[in-house]
T-cell receptor, first 113, second 111 residues
Framework: DAGITQSPRHKVTETGTPVTLRCHQTENHRYMYWYRQDPGHGLRLIHYSYGVKDTDKGEVSDGYSVSRSKTEDFLLTLESATSSQTSVYFC????????????FGAGTRLSVL | GEDVEQSLFLSVREGDSSVINCTYTDSSSTYLYWYKQEPGAGLQLLTYIFSNMDMKQDQRLTVLLNKKDKHLSLRIADTQTGDSAIYFCAEIGGGSYIPTFGRGTSLIVHP
C-alpha cells in the first residue's frame, strides 16, 4: 500500500463518543486525503491537506475535523460519532510531480452503534 | 461541480474481453485514471492517460479516450476470475490536484 498505514483497521464505538483515525505515510508526499466509501455513493472526500497545518473541507466534512502537524501524519476526528458515520474510511496521498496519482491505504472499517 | 459517470455492474465470462465505460463532464481534464479495488482493500492505480493521448496499452489493458465525447473506456483482454473487482474511473481538471471519482463498476467474472 505504497507506504501508507491506517490505524486502527477496525473499530466499533458508541454514538456520541469521539473517534480519531490515523493515517501515516513514509513517502513524503505533500497531499493527503480522507475519503469515506459507502454502498451506492462511491468515494466521497471528507477533508484534504496540502501541507503541514494546511487543510480544507471536502464534500462531506460536517461532523469531521482533521489535523496535520507533521508531513507524515494526517488525523481524522469524528467529534461525536453518529450512526450515519458508520463507513469504511480511506486515506490517500499524492504528489503533483507524479501525475497526481493517488495511493490509498487499506482502509478503516468503523461501526457506530 | 464536475461529474464522472459509470455503469454499476458488468458481468463477463472468463476468457472474454471486458469493456468498462466512463463519461465525464470536465472539459479541462488533464489526467484520467482507472483504479481497481479488490474486496477488503484500498484502491490501486491500474493505469492512467494524459488528455492529449487517445489510446494507451499495457499488457492486457487498453485505455481509449474520446475527448470530444468525454468518454473513457478500459478494455481487459482475456478476463480472468482474478480480475473480479470494482473499477473506478477518475479525472483531474486543469490546475487541480483533487480527482473526481465515478461510483465504480463491479466486474464479475464467471468461470
Amino acid at each position: 500500500d505504497a507506504g501508507i498505514t491506517q490505524s486502527p483497521r477496525h473499530k466499533v464505538t458508541e454514538t456520541g463518543t469521539p473517534v480519531t483515525l490515523r493515517c501515516h505515510q513514509t513517502e513524503n508526499h505533500r497531499y493527503m486525503y480522507w475519503y469515506r466509501q459507502d454502498p451506492g455513493h462511491g468515494l466521497r472526500l471528507i477533508h484534504y491537506s496540502y501541507g503541514v497545518k494546511d487543510t480544507d473541507k471536502g464534500e462531506v466534512s460536517d461532523g469531521y475535523s482533521v489535523s496535520r502537524s507533521k508531513t507524515e501524519d494526517f488525523l481524522l476526528t469524528l467529534e461525536s460519532a453518529t450512526s450515519s458515520q458508520t463507513s469504511v474510511y480511506f486515506c490517500a496521498i499524492s504528489e503533483r510531480e507524479r501525475g497526481n496519482i493517488q495511493y490509498f491505504g487499506a482502509g478503516t472499517r468503523l461501526s457506530v452503534l | 461541480g464536475e461529474d464522472v459517470e459509470q455503469s454499476l455492474f458488468l458481468s463477463v465470462r472468463e476468457g472474454d474481453s471486458s469493456v468498462i465505460n466512463c463519461t465525464y463532464t470536465d472539459s479541462s481534464s488533464t489526467y484520467l485514471y482507472w483504479y481497481k479495488q479488490e474486496p477488503g482493500a484500498g484502491l490501486q492505480l491500474l493505469t492512467y492517460i494524459f488528455s492529449n493521448m487517445d489510446m494507451k496499452q499495457d499488457q492486457r489493458l487498453t485505455v481509449l479516450l474520446n475527448k470530444k465525447d468525454k468518454h473513457l473506456s478500459l478494455r481487459i483482454a482475456d478476463t480472468q476470475t482474478g480480475d473480479s473487482a470494482i473499477y473506478f474511473c477518475a479525472e483531474i481538471g486543469g490546475g487541480s490536484y483533487i480527482p473526481t471519482f465515478g461510483r465504480g463498476t463491479s466486474l464479475i467474472v464467471h468461470p
